[in-house]
C-alpha cells in the first residue's frame, strides 16, 4: 500500500509542470497531459535538450482556457476545446518516429513562442482523431495510445527515490534536485527507494495501471527548471548507481505505466493506492 502524494499534467511538452488536487485519468493519460507541443518550422518537436528555456513556459489550466506566461513575455490564452473543422489550421508534426495529425495554434501564438526561445516555433495540439500508439513491450497488452509524451502515457516516481538520491547529492557536494527534473504524472509516497522499479499494477479507486517498464534518462534532469540552465548534476552522480543492465546500461528512474482499466475516474492526491510487486 502506497499513497499518492503529488499528481501533475504538462499541457505542453517539455514545458513546466501544473500540480493538480486531482486529475481525470483517461486513456492517453491524466487530462490534457502533453495535449500540446512545440515545434520547428519543419513541425519536428521542440524539447528542453535543444530549447532549455521551455521550462521557464508556465501553463495554467481554467475551465475552458490554458494560460501561458514566461519571463519578459504578456501573458497569453488559448481555449481548451475548439471544433477542429477547418483545413487551413491542420498540419503533420513529428514526434520521435512518430508522424501524427495537430492543429496550429496560429501565427501569434507561434510569434509569443519563437521570440521568446528565440528561434522559430509554433505550438500545435493534438488532433481529437490522431492516434500515437505506444510501444509495448509486454506480451498479452492490449494496445495503449498516447498524447506527445516521449513513450508511454504515465510516469510514475517514488518519492523516497528522489530522497535518496537528494542525499547521494548531499554527500557528492551537489545541490539538491526537486520533482519537477523529473516529470512525473504521479508520485507515491509509501515505498522504499527504486521499490516502483518492481511495480507490476497499481489500483486506485477503480483505476488499475500497468507498469511496462523504466523511463530511461537523457539530459534533461540536469537543466534547472528555474533558470533553464544547464550543470552535471544529477545525472552524473545517477550514472553512479542507476546504470540499469536491461537498458543497455542507461540511467533509468521511474516507471512507465499504460492505463489497464477504469479510463475516465479521477485521481486524488492523499489516496491509497494498492500495489503489486514484482519479485527482484
Given at each position: 500500500m502506497a499513497t499518492l502524494s503529488a499528481l501533475y499534467t504538462h499541457p505542453i511538452k517539455s514545458c513546466a509542470a501544473v500540480a493538480l488536487a486531482q486529475a481525470?485519468?483517461?486513456?492517453?493519460?491524466?487530462?490534457?497531459d502533453r495535449r500540446w507541443m512545440v515545434v520547428d518550422h519543419g513541425g519536428e518537436f521542440l524539447s528542453q535538450r535543444e530549447a532549455p528555456r521551455l521550462a521557464?513556459?508556465?501553463?495554467?489550466?481554467?475551465t475552458e482556457v490554458m494560460r501561458i506566461a514566461a519571463p519578459g513575455m504578456l501573458r497569453i490564452e488559448l481555449p481548451l476545446e475548439?471544433?477542429?473543422?477547418?483545413?487551413?489550421v491542420l498540419r503533420k508534426v513529428k514526434v520521435w518516429d512518430d508522424v501524427v495529425d495537430a492543429v496550429d495554434e496560429g501565427d501569434y501564438v507561434a510569434q509569443w513562442f519563437s521570440d521568446f526561445l528565440g528561434r522559430p516555433a509554433r505550438?500545435?495540439?493534438l488532433h481529437p482523431d490522431a492516434r500515437r500508439l505506444a510501444a509495448m513491450g509486454r506480451a498479452g497488452l492490449a494496445p495503449a495510445t498516447h498524447r506527445f509524451a516521449d513513450a508511454f502515457p504515465l510516469l510514475v516516481l517514488g518519492q523516497a527515490?528522489?530522497?535518496?538520491?537528494?542525499?547521494?547529492?548531499a554527500g557528492a557536494d551537489g545541490k539538491e534536485v526537486?520533482?519537477?527534473?523529473?516529470r512525473p504524472n504521479l508520485v507515491l509516497e509509501g515505498l522504499d527507494a527504486y521499490a516502483e522499479d518492481r511495480i507490476d499494477t497499481l489500483v486506485a479507486d477503480g483505476i488499475e495501471l500497468r507498469a511496462i517498464r523504466r523511463c530511461v534518462r537523457c539530459e534533461i534532469?540536469?537543466?534547472?527548471?528555474?533558470?533553464?540552465e544547464r550543470c552535471d548534476q544529477p545525472?552524473?552522480?545517477?550514472?553512479?548507481?542507476?546504470?540499469?543492465?536491461?537498458?543497455?546500461?542507461?540511467?533509468?528512474?521511474g516507471v512507465y505505466c499504460v492505463v489497464n482499466a477504469g479510463a475516465g475516474a479521477t485521481l486524488r492526491v492523499g489516496q491509497l493506492v494498492t500495489l503489486e510487486l514484482r519479485a527482484g
Open positions: 481525470r485519468c483517461e486513456q492517453q493519460g491524466l487530462e490534457h521557464l513556459v508556465v501553463p495554467a489550466l481554467r475548439v471544433e477542429e473543422d477547418d483545413p487551413s505550438l500545435v495540439k527515490s528522489l530522497d535518496d538520491l537528494n542525499l547521494r547529492l526537486r520533482m519537477n527534473r523529473f534532469p540536469d537543466i534547472d527548471q528555474d533558470t533553464a545525472m552524473r552522480t545517477l550514472a553512479g548507481y542507476r546504470a540499469d543492465p536491461a537498458e543497455r546500461g542507461a540511467v533509468t528512474f
